[in-house]
């Protein structure tokens, strides 16, 4: 019943922006917390970014901190991750993730979010010139 869906994926220049968009139906929106993950070839999935459910406590990764913005609309349901000053390290699979969790930002998101509740399909980034 629950799906999450990425979007906004795609091929930019180093330098430029690209604003990512993920949305959870079939489950409350403002009890939900919602991660960012990225895992490029042969490395482990990392988080980028987390929000929890009040959409006031936003985690980032150091690699992204000052460059990315998590934030949720609750009008319409959607989390997004604004990514600034794309470096071509920032090139993966982008997923994003749901969770009941009050402490999910700080426990599962900072490990990897293996364990989330419910996860994306993923889209794709790429960078390069």
């Known amino acids: 019943q629950v799906q999450v869906t990425e979007s906004g994926g795609g091929l930019v220049q180093p330098g430029g922006s690209l604003n990512l968009s993920c949305t959870a139906s079939g489950l409350d929106f403002g009890d939900y917390a919602m991660g960012w993950f990225r895992q490029r070839p042969g490395k482990e999935r990392e988080g980028v970014a987390c929000i929890s459910w009040s959409g006031d406590t936003p985690y980032y990764a150091d690699s992204v901190k000052g460059r990315f913005t998590i934030f949720k609309d609750y009008a319409k349901e959607t989390t997004y991750l604004r990514m600034n000053n794309l470096k071509r390290e920032d090139t993966a699979m982008y997923y994003c993730?749901?969770?009941?969790?009050?402490?999910?930002?700080?426990?599962?998101?900072?490990?990897?979010?293996?364990?989330?509740?419910?996860w994306g399909q993923g889209t794709q980034v790429t960078v390069s010139s």
């Open positions: 993730a749901a969770d009941r969790s009050r402490a999910y930002c700080s426990t599962t998101w900072k490990r990897g979010g293996r364990t989330s509740a419910h």
